[in-house]
């Protein structure tokens, strides 16, 4: 079975929906420059909301430690996920499993990459763009993606209903991430676009 990590919530009822049709993760993130980005307040309302065994993803671009341990005392997070240049050092120290983002396109190492985070809980490969650090709705090659690499993969980048099987088929991640294709708006989760985006999933692993 194929995870899936809705990310980006910014509403209780986004995190519902996400939830009721099946996502294994919800996302939220930590840096202001994201359209996306929640405040600790609002952020601790949606994960105190969620119900059994929906995992609690806080994402990070480059982040102080203080505001880490802050995510972490307010909001309690299941897993991090760090999404700019953090060393493998800082994201370990936080005693807490975590993902690593690697942005890709040609001439990127991903197995070089996989060894320098080898306790990393997984590897999270999304498209490279100068724009920004994540949530651009742009695909990259998933022919670039080694087959060998060692760490789990969760697949992000330009994900939708339309060709979420598609990439489950071509790539066999372990999880899928989505956060632009399933939304209304920037940050507004779609509750109908959730549900084909998990049927397509399902379909995909049927």
Not at 14 to 20: K, Q, S, V
Not at 42 to 68: N, Q, S
Request: charged share 20%; aromatic share 8%.
């Amino acid at each position: 079975m194929t995870r899936t990590k809705i990310c980006g919530i910014t509403r209780i009822e986004d995190g519902l929906a996400a939830a009721r049709a099946g996502a294994s993760a919800i996302g939220l993130v930590f840096y202001g420059p994201s359209p996306r980005n929640v405040d600790l307040a609002r952020a601790a309302a949606i994960a105190r909301a969620m119900p059994p065994f929906v995992t609690r993803v806080a994402l990070f671009v480059d982040p102080e430690a203080a505001t880490v341990a802050a995510v972490l005392e307010q909001v309690g997070p299941d897993l991090l996920q760090f999404h700019g240049h953090e060393p493998a050092e800082f994201c370990r120290a936080f005693r807490r499993p975590y993902l690593k983002a690697a942005r890709v396109k040609p001439g990127v190492d991903l197995l070089q990459f996989a060894s320098c985070y080898a306790d990393a809980q997984g590897l999270l490969l999304d498209a490279w763009s100068e724009a920004a650090p994540g949530g651009t709705g742009e695909r990259f090659d998933w022919a670039l993606i080694p087959r060998d690499l060692p760490l789990p993969v969760v697949l992000a980048g330009g994900l939708h209903a339309g060709n979420v099987g598609e990439a489950i088929r071509a790539v066999g991640p372990w999880a899928v991430d989505v956060s632009s294709g399933v939304e209304a708006a920037k940050g507004i989760k779609d509750a109908a676009k959730i549900a084909a985006f998990m049927k397509e999933v399902s379909n995909a692993d049927a």
